[in-house]
């Protein structure tokens, strides 16, 4: 059996942004091992729409604490009121701009739904894990941002807010690891996915690459290997700990 694979009964896991990018590399990946998935997402309407590989995706805006708690109220009737067994925090929004251009609105677009909804959605399901006693894994999403700067597309905004989901997982898993609960974090590079802008520019795309020792882009699959990896029992020392992703950009 693959180690990172469970079987459908006891494996269950919540992928926020599952219709895209990493949440849907996430999504996909985790239901191929055997995982039953449920996806959160902005889904237009008020059904759960299958995703076209059988996971269910029921609407949420992670930044609105109402949108949250029905979702996972939906998840709960959806399981018969079992917890989630794993939780990948994939929803984000990527905006570059100078510091000094940042209005004070788009500063809290960003970092509302990077880190108020990386705690929301923790929360929300942490709140069912120490009901059930059964513990759970957490994995939140940063980014090397967090800890570089970037001159080709500076964002303060997006790099606080990254900031902000490392420093919240820490705590998290300080506060939840002695009921059996771990929080971790994955902090991607310049991942091939919707979100990347620096492909369309051609002189800046190689200026990216020439930072990257691998010399290429990550691709989203290769991001969900790793949370599949924090969400399995592989990773069960592990816990408060922030996973680059990134080619070895962050050491370079």
């Not at 889904?43 to 590989?53: H, K, L, N, S, T």
Request: net charge negative; proline share 4%; charged share 20%.
């Amino acid at each position: 059996m693959n180690p990172l694979s469970g079987t459908r009964a006891e494996r269950r896991m919540v992928v926020t942004g599952s219709r895209s990018g990493i949440g849907r590399a996430t999504a996909t990946l985790a239901a191929s091992l055997g995982w039953t998935v449920i996806g959160l997402d902005l889904v237009a309407d008020d059904q759960p729409a299958p995703d076209g590989d059988g996971i269910i995706t029921f609407p949420c805006d992670i930044t609105d604490e109402l949108s949250v708690r029905r979702a996972f109220e939906q998840v709960d009737r959806a399981w018969g009121g079992q917890a989630p067994t794993a939780v990948v925090h994939c929803a984000g929004v990527y905006r570059f701009k100078a510091a000094i251009e940042t209005t004070a609105a788009e500063w809290d677009t960003v970092v509302d739904i990077n880190a108020r909804g990386s705690l929301l959605v923790a929360a929300a399901a942490a709140r069912r894990m120490l009901t059930t006693g059964d513990g759970g894994s957490v994995t939140l999403m940063s980014s090397i941002a967090a800890v570089r700067g970037d001159g080709g597309e500076p964002s303060a905004a997006y790099s606080a807010s990254k900031g902000a989901v490392v420093s919240l997982a820490r705590q998290l898993a300080v506060e939840w690891g002695p009921r059996g609960i771990r929080c971790n974090v994955v902090a991607p590079g310049v991942i091939d996915t919707p979100m990347t802008t620096v492909s369309g520019t051609p002189e800046i795309f190689d200026q990216v690459l020439q930072r990257i020792p691998a010399r290429r882009l990550g691709s989203a699959e290769e991001v969900a290997q790793v949370c599949l990896f924090l969400a399995s029992e592989q990773s069960s020392y592990v816990n408060g700990t922030v996973i680059a992703v990134d080619g070895g950009q962050s050491a370079s």
